[in-house]
């Protein structure tokens, strides 16, 4: 079974550009989820998907920020002018039942940003 | 608010040695708990987790018991191996929520050295 794909796997970019992360998930999975990860510290939920629905996005800053998914399947990430507090991994995730707390999550590789 | 707290790191080992990596949480439903590993260059995977109190959950060796007593869920190894270096993060899942939403640890790197 293959896992989570994301890409690209690097990104540098300048403050005020625009920069957009893909993710696949596994095949069937109807949860998706990404999260940030600052250098130091545990990854933080951004936004959870229940198919092609928002189930969560209380801690994304949507001033910035933006994701979809459409079809219920691939996800996209966007973030529209970056900051230098942007500097990240980005991960996504995926899960292949309702999304609830005794869930198994699968993690891609990460997407890592430098904004410069 | 639902947080959890890990042993600072990094911890260096001789292989072979006894590992524990302390994780303590706070939760306002009752949530399920999990233990993630960051090998270097690649994702998160799960490494165990435990959705109920008393639950041990193991795997590759590696244990962890459901304290809710103690609000606690300390990961240890009987004997480690090089092959175990890696960022380890404590998580969890409230069922409150029921979103599925993990909060975790801010990791703690183990290194084991031959």
């Known amino acids: 079974e293959a896992g989570v794909a994301q890409s690209p796997r690097y990104k540098i970019i300048e403050k005020r550009q625009s920069v957009a992360f893909w993710c696949n998930p596994i095949s069937g999975h109807a949860t998706l989820y990404w999260y940030q990860q600052i250098l130091g510290q545990g990854p933080k939920l951004l936004i959870q998907?229940?198919?092609?629905?928002?189930?969560?996005d209380s801690q994304l800053p949507k001033d910035r920020f933006s994701a979809e998914r459409l079809k219920g399947v691939d996800s996209t990430l966007k973030i529209q002018p970056a900051k230098l507090e942007d500097s990240a991994v980005y991960l996504c995730?995926?899960?292949?039942?309702?999304?609830?707390?005794?869930?198994?999550?699968?993690f891609g590789p990460g997407t890592r940003l430098t904004v410069l | 608010g639902n947080s959890v707290t890990q042993m600072e790191g990094p911890v260096t080992l001789s292989e072979e040695a006894f590992l524990t990596i302390n994780c303590t949480y706070t939760a306002t439903g009752y949530p399920s708990l999990f233990w993630y590993v960051q090998y270097p260059g690649e994702g998160l995977q799960l490494l165990l987790k435990a959705t109920k109190a008393d639950d041990k959950g193991s795997n590759k060796g590696f244990e962890a018991t459901y304290r809710k007593e103690t609000t606690s869920f300390h990961l240890e190894k009987g004997s480690v191996q090089v092959s175990d270096s890696a960022v380890y993060f404590c998580a969890l899942s409230d069922r409150s929520s029921n979103t599925g939403k993990l909060i975790f640890g801010q990791g703690t790197t183990l290194q084991v050295k031959p």
């Open positions: 998907f229940q198919n092609n629905g928002v189930v969560d």
């Open positions: 995730a995926s899960s292949s039942l309702a999304g609830g707390w005794g869930d198994t999550q699968y």
